[in-house]
């Protein structure tokens, strides 16, 4: 395969094109980023430069090889049950207390929306259920809804169908868990029914506005923004704002920060998890 490289002109007006359509912001240095993930595109399609593709990206109506360069520039980096901690602190501290404010307040069955924002392959929304049906929350006696979103075509169709191969099973499951969940399929493995059927995934880009997507008692955003400005995190968390239930919980990922972001929240811990909720 034929390596093409980036020159400086190509790298910024790439770079302003990604942001405008997907808000992920390519810092100069991350120009192998671009060569390494655009590079086979380049190849199959017999370009000779990254501007002939942006070219042709532009003046394509149908947006077909403008979704075939999110998909391949998105990271979709995940894996089951990633970072442990957030799990272990919607088992023990946030389900309890939601599912028994809930319990409280309706006389039909209690519901428990979450949303998962750039849920990519599915992995984190399909722990949250392994971690329900551990709890002995179901369907049965709940009205779950797991919404899972993402700006890739690519995995958001991963997600919906539920089959992963044996190097993304082998991240973050147990056996116990991989027998009890899944079903294999040759060398895949393929979510049960059960679990599928609590979740929803959707396409969605985050620097659009959030449109009927209703209100959520959970929101996560994880391990996301550190590929969005300054300007746009501000953007985003406030979006979430108008999303989330006034004692609804906000999680981000273990190594970000909302100081330098939003106001709009206040920090809380609990274990060696940290959560946020609106400040009173």
């Known amino acids: 395969m034929t390596k093409i490289k980036v020159t400086p002109t190509e790298f ?11 808000g992920i912001a390519l810092d100069v ?17 017999g370009y000779g430069s990254f501007m002939e593709l942006l070219r042709k990206a532009k003046s394509d109506f149908k947006k077909e090889l403008e979704n075939e360069i999110i ?25 309890p207390d939601l599912i028994d404010k809930r319990s409280k307040t309706t006389g039909l069955k209690p519901t428990i929306r979450l949303w998962s924002a750039a849920n990519s392959t599915g992995q984190e929304i399909y722990s949250i259920a392994m971690t329900l049906l551990e709890m002995g929350v179901s369907p049965k006696n709940y009205n779950i809804k797991l919404y899972g979103t993402d700006i890739s075509d690519a ?9 992963y191969n044996k190097f993304e099973v082998a991240r973050g499951l147990d ?37 009927g997507i209703g209100k959520f008692d959970i929101v996560l955003c994880r391990n996301v923004m550190i590929y969005f400005t300054s300007e746009d995190r501000r953007k985003i968390y406030q979006n ?23 106001d709009l929240y ?8 940290v959560f946020y909720q609106f400040k009173p």
């Open 12 to 22: 910024k007006d790439f770079s302003k094109y990604i942001l405008d359509i997907s």
């Open 29 to 45: 240095g991350k120009e192998y980023l671009l060569e390494t993930r655009l590079g086979p595109i380049l190849n199959r399609l």
């Open 71 to 95: 998909d391949a520039i998105s990271t979709n980096e995940t894996y089951f049950f990633r970072d442990k901690s957030p799990f272990q602190l919607l088992q023990h501290k946030i389900f």
């Open 155 to 163: 995995a958001i169709a991963q997600a919906s169908y539920g089959l």
């Open 175 to 211: 056996p116990g868990r991989l027998n009890k969940y899944f079903d294999k399929h040759d060398e895949r493995y393929k979510i049960k029914d059960e679990l599928r059927a609590m979740a929803q995934f959707k396409k969605m880009n985050l620097m659009k506005p959030f449109q």
């Open 240 to 262: 979430i704002s108008k999303v989330l239930e006034p004692d609804g919980y906000l999680l981000i990922g273990s190594t970000e920060s909302l100081v330098n972001d939003t």
């Open 266 to 273: 206040a920090s809380n811990k609990y274990l060696n998890s």
